[in-house]
């Protein structure tokens, strides 16, 4: 019954592999992120989308590609990893767009590179 | 840069007393959320409070907020060892309130 689910949990692998995480919210939410949070906690967004389209897009580089392929999955592939791309990837979603709504978070993907 | 700066970075407690930590931010504001994360999860959301109300309450959660200073406090009230984790504030920016900024939290320790 998890509202917010991301698979894998770990993810170890060497660096020039591609690699993707799933996400799959069943909360009827339209709005789902992808942050990424570094060795010292520091939570960063990378993406969002609401109904299937982008409306946040921060500065990453190209090498990581979200995909939405349906209101309740955001993917997020990530191009020939480095070793600064090992941090924990926390998927959310909410039930609008906008800073007053919540966020609910999955269990994070700890992500390991190489 | 980050908009939403948390202080102290760690603080640890006796169960029973209480716990303040702190948020500060850089430019004004619409919203501001407060978040829990437990070790090894994924994070949980406390209490929203708009730039227009200056407090809110929730359970033995306290939060205040002055827009002037650009800053918030979140209050734990007779802590236990439950609330042992750390304490995200997370901010938007006025006139663009899609978007969420964290900081790098407040870790909790709440000794027994």
């Not at chain 1, 592939?77 to 998927?91: M, R």
């Not at chain 2, 907020?65 to 609330?83: G, N, P, V, Y």
């Amino acid at each position: 019954d998890t509202a917010v689910s991301q698979t894998p949990k770990y993810l170890v692998t060497q660096m020039g592999n591609d690699k993707s995480i799933k996400c799959e919210q069943n909360l009827g939410h339209d709005t789902m992120y992808w942050y990424k949070q570094d060795s010292k906690k520091f939570l960063k967004i990378m993406f969002s989308y609401n109904n299937k389209e982008l409306i946040i897009n921060e500065t990453v580089p190209n090498r990581f590609s979200p995909k939405s392929p349906d209101k309740a999955h955001l993917n997020l592939h990530i191009n020939s990893l480095e070793l600064g791309d090992s941090a924990v990837y926390f998927c959310a979603s909410s039930h609008l767009a906008g800073s007053q709504e919540t966020q609910y978070f999955g269990p994070g993907t700890r992500l390991l590179v190489l | 840069s980050q908009q939403g700066e948390e202080d102290p970075q760690a603080l640890s407690i006796q169960e029973g007393e209480n716990a303040t930590m702190n948020c500060s931010y850089k430019t004004s504001i619409n919203n501001l959320q407060w978040y829990r994360q437990n070790s090894g999860r994924g994070l949980v959301h406390l209490i929203l409070i708009r730039s227009n109300e200056r407090e809110k309450h929730s359970g033995r959660l306290r939060v205040t907020l002055d827009t002037s200073k650009k800053s918030s406090s979140l209050l734990i009230t007779a802590s236990r060892a439950a609330d042992t984790a750390s304490y995200f504030c997370a901010t938007d920016k006025e006139g663009n309130d899609y978007k969420l900024s964290f900081g790098a939290g407040t870790t909790v320790t709440v000794r027994a």
